[in-house]
Structure formats: structure tokens, C-alpha cells
């Protein structure tokens, strides 16, 4: 609904003058040389977001969404500002003198972006009035507007280091983020935790510093994060429809072949047991003609202990079946894995496996993810199969990163909801030490601390394509519907197609993309 709103709003050519004379104090933030630090003056970070009085019944609300039409309203989020949801010119002048350096270009990147958060809290607002709408309740849904508003004032705060505007914020958040409430609360929690790290680690304006590290869940041994993930593999399909689209494809890969080799980066974060490749020997073992007389794995990663326990509950699964697995590890990270650190012999065929890790390669430069996609490229596999994220919490400019998160993540949540009790401990788990990990990274962390850079599947294909790889494009749509039927995936997940990518998303809305690649 977020297009249908905003794109009637833009389309209507009385309003075009309006439109260029918007109020950029978001820009302010998204071109300053400095992080979070605003070259505007002292009203530039003073907005705070209206609390609508128009919330009356969940129809309405589905037409009339009060956060976009706030951040249209004077062309910025104003703190006390009519609630008129036209685009002012007061002040544009003025805001547009303040930035004479700025070109056209740069204002047409802002205004995108703002259109782009607008959207992402729209729909993210649509998402919460729709888990409350069982309920029935007014008052639910005013109470779960104002919990929008207060997150994304509350960012904004952040951003501009406004620390007292912000713990006063943080304070109401968390009286209102129930980490047992609804699947919108329950989100909230995670990123209410997100912002007050960020925010202890604020600094004065006018100094420059990195976040300190954090590091990758595959990278920290606790029991708490490995339970989570494994209840995140077994109740979500996220994970399971990577590896069955992979598996699927290196299965062809491998077809009529008696020497193969798979080197799996990162191992899908370490998950225990190797299930994608006890699938993968299982599917090799039984399929039609001859079984590959030598199967090799490589494991790539840091967690070397771990990768050793999986191989040797490999190597004893794939003797059962009458196959000779060879499993290895290569204790690196990505960015200093070398070609020669993986043993290729002549005469087998190679893929390359990569489960939610590419992503934590992207860096603010390209160099680092360059590097590894070349080692990938020199290697020469015959398939490259990469499972991602599909959402943008890569961008430059800390709000967009935030509006993206929060929409894309209250889609997970809502998924929860639909498959859970509110009380399971299982689906806390899973909210708090698994996908309340990745919002804090993304939230909080900056720099090399900031992991967890999930980029769009066209970002991806641009990324490839310059590396020198070229789509293989996926044609299993039809297996692909059968596994949801099959695996009885909760109703309200759907496959589709995106230019020879597969996308897995709940409600249409993207979670992960699975892509094939050839050198």
C-alpha cells in the first residue's frame, strides 16, 4: 500500500513546485561530512513526530497513514506542525539556500530517500495495524502508531546526538516495547535496545570515532546463539529454502559427475550438524546412475572446532550410504581467504556455497567484497550459489538503514506471530538472540563493527556482474511451490521469481533471494 499512497501523492502535477520546495533537514544529515552531524542549525534535529488524531478504525488508517503524511507535512518531520498533509513552502527557501553547494543530483538522491523511508514506515505501520486487527481495538492500534512514532523520533534524536531528547524517548520506549507483546512490540524491543547502544556510544559533536567491533554470530561460541539459530532453521524457512535451492543447483551441477567438490563459505554460520550436505550425499547416493566415487567438502571459516565436529558427522553419514566424503577446513575469515588455501585437483568439478555470508564482506568501499569475489572467480567453479538477505540495510545514511530494518524485520516478527504462541519461549529465543542480534548490528554499529549489511537482490546482480560473473538463472519455480506445500511452511510465505533469482517472502514482502552464478 506504501506505493499506492506516496506515488498518487507525487503524481499530481499541481503539487510538483510543492515537492521541489520540500525542507531538507534530512539532507542535512544524509550529506554532512561527519557521522550524525547535521550543517544545518539548531532547529535541524528538533523534529519529533505529531501523534495523529485521526486514528479511528483500521479502514481508515489502511488509507490514511499518519507517519508519511507527517513527514510530507512542511516538508520535514516538525515537532508541533500542522498536521495538513500538503507540502509546505514555508521555509524552503530558505532550507534550499542553506544548501547552494548541494547539485540537482544530490537533491534528487535526498528526495528518494526520503520517499523510500516514507514508504518503508507506511508499510511498516500497515504491518502492525494488521496483527492488531484480531484484537478488535482501538486503543491497540493508537498505542501501536504511537510506538512508530516514538522509534523513529527517537532515531532521529539519535542521529543528531540529541542524547537528553533521546533517553527521555528510550524511557518511553521501553515502557511501551514489551518484549512478550504483540509481534510490533516485540520488534520494537529489539531496536529499542539497538538505539540505546548506539547512543551510549554517541559522541560530542564536533569529534570522530568508530563504534567499537562487534563481531559475527558465526564467530562467537555461545549456546545461547547456536540454540537460537538451529530453532531459526527448523521453524523458519529462511534458511531450509537456501539450502534446497542450492542444493538443487549444485545437484545439477554435479549431474553425470564422479569427482566433485563443494566449498561452503562459512558453513550456514556454523549451524550444527551439516544438514544442507547430509541432504546433498543423501540426494547424491540415491540419484539416478552412478554415485560420485570421491565427494569433497571445504569448509571455510574461523569456527574451525566446530566445522570438524560437522565433517566427521558427514564423513560418517556418507559412509553409511556407501560414499567417500573427504572433509577439510580452511581456518580463515573471507577477506584474507587466498586461492591456494583451497586444494583444487584436476579433473573434479568445484561450486562455491554461500549461505547469509557475502554480506558480511561489504565494507563502505568495495575493495573488500572485490577481493573475495575475485578469489571466487580465480578458483573457476562451475556454480557459485549465494542466499542473501533481501532488504537494504546498507545504506550510507543511518535513517534509511533504520526505516528499512525496522519494516523488513517486522515482517519476520509478524511471521513469528502467525507460527507461535506469544508465550513460547522458543520464539523469544529466536526474537532476542538471533534477530535482535542482527538489528542491533545494524543499528548500533558503524564501521568495521557494522556486519550485518544486507543488500537487495539488484545490488547484488550489479556486484556479480562486475566481478565477472554472469547469472545462471534459476528455473525450479514450480519445485520451489511444491517445497512450501511439502515442508508445510506456514501460510503467508510465497516464492517468486525476480529475473532468474528465486525471492522467499511473507506477505510480499522480500526476506531472501537465492541467485546462481557461472564464470
Not at 445 to 474: I, K, N, T, Y
Not at 488 to 502: S, W
Request: with cysteine; proline share 3%; glycine share 8%.
Amino acid at each position: 500500500m506504501g506505493h499506492g499512497f506516496l506515488a498518487n501523492e507525487f503524481q499530481k502535477t499541481d503539487r510538483i513546485d510543492e515537492v521541489i520546495g520540500l525542507d531538507l533537514e534530512l539532507s542535512a544529515m544524509a550529506f554532512c561530512y561527519q557521522p550524525f552531524m547535521p550543517i544545518m542549525g539548531d532547529n535541524a534535529c528538533g523534529w519529533s513526530l505529531p501523534f495523529s488524531g485521526e486514528i479511528r478504525d483500521t479502514k481508515r488508517l489502511r488509507r490514511t497513514i499518519s507517519i508519511p503524511e507527517s513527514i510530507g507535512s512542511s516538508g520535514s518531520l516538525s515537532s508541533g506542525g500542522n498536521s495538513d498533509s500538503s507540502l509546505s513552502r514555508s521555509g524552503s527557501t530558505s532550507s534550499l539556500n542553506s544548501f547552494s553547494r548541494l547539485h540537482f543530483r544530490d537533491h534528487v538522491l535526498t528526495y528518494n530517500q526520503r520517499y523510500l523511508a516514507a514508504e518503508a514506515v507506511e508499510e511498516a505501520a500497515a504491518a502492525m495495524i494488521s496483527s492488531e486487527e484480531s484484537g478488535g481495538e482501538e486503543d491497540e492500534t493508537a498505542d501501536g502508531m504511537r510506538l512508530v512514532q516514538l522509534l523513529i523520533a527517537c532515531a532521529e534524536a539519535v542521529a543528531c546526538r540529541d542524547k537528553s531528547h533521546a533517553s527521555a524517548l528510550l524511557s518511553e520506549l521501553r515502557a511501551n516495547a514489551l518484549v512478550f507483546g504483540s509481534s510490533f512490540q516485540r520488534v520494537a524491543s529489539c531496536f529499542v535496545q539497538g538505539l540505546a547502544d548506539r547512543l551510549a556510544l554517541v559522541q560530542p559533536l564536533g569529534t570522530v570515532g568508530l563504534v567499537a567491533p562487534v563481531m559475527n554470530i558465526m564467530d562467537i561460541s555461545s549456546d545461547k546463539k547456536e540454540e537460537a539459530l538451529r530453532l531459526v532453521y527448523e521453524i523458519c524457512p529462511h534458511i531450509q529454502f537456501g539450502h534446497f535451492v542450492a542444493n538443487s543447483s549444485i545437484l545439477e551441477a554435479f549431474e553425470g559427475e564422479s569427482f566433485v567438490h563443494v566449498v561452503d563459505l562459512g558453513m550456514t554460520l556454523g549451524l550444527p550438524h551439516g544438514h544442507q550436505w547430509r541432504h546433498l550425499i543423501q540426494s547424491l547416493a540415491n540419484r539416478a546412475g552412478k554415485a560420485p566415487s570421491r565427494l569433497r567438502i571445504t569448509a571455510v571459516g574461523l569456527s574451525d572446532h566446530r566445522f570438524h565436529i560437522i565433517g566427521q558427522e558427514l564423513e560418517a553419514c556418507a559412509k553409511d550410504l556407501g560414499m567417500n566424503l573427504e572433509f577439510s577446513v580452511v581456518k580463515s575469515n573471507l577477506e584474507n581467504l587466498r586461492p591456494e588455501d583451497i586444494k583444487v585437483f584436476d579433473g573434479e568439478v568445484l561450486v562455491v556455497n554461500s549461505i547469509l555470508q557475502l554480506h558480511c564482506v561489504v565494507k563502505e568501499s568495495r575493495g573488500a567484497l572485490n577481493s573475495v569475489l575475485q578469489m571466487i572467480h580465480e578458483l573457476s567453479p562451475k556454480v557459485l550459489v549465494l542466499v542473501e538477505q533481501d532488504s537494504s540495510h546498507n545504506g550510507p545514511f543511518f535513517l534509511g538503514r533504520f526505516m528499512e530494518a525496522l519494516h523488513y524485520y517486522s515482517a519476520i516478527f509478524d511471521s513469528l506471530d502467525a507460527m507461535l504462541p506469544k508465550y513460547d519461549t522458543r520464539r523469544a529465543k529466536m526474537e532476542q538472540f538471533y534477530f535482535a542480534e542482527e538489528i542491533k548490528n545494524i543499528v548500533s554499529c558503524e564501521g568495521p563493527g557494522r556486519v550485518e549489511r544486507h543488500e537487495r537482490v539488484d545490488q547484488w546482480r550489479r556486484r556479480m556482474s562486475r566481478a565477472g560473473f554472469q547469472a545462471a538463472p534459476l528455473r525450479m519455480m514450480t519445485q520451489a511451490k511444491q517445497w512450501l506445500g511439502k515442508n508445510k511452511v506456514c501460510e503467508g510465505y510465497t516464492v517468486v521469481e525476480d529475473k532468474g533469482c528465486l525471492v522467499l517472502g511473507w506477505k510480499s514482502k522480500p526476506i531472501v533471494a537465492a541467485s546462481c552464478w557461472k564464470c
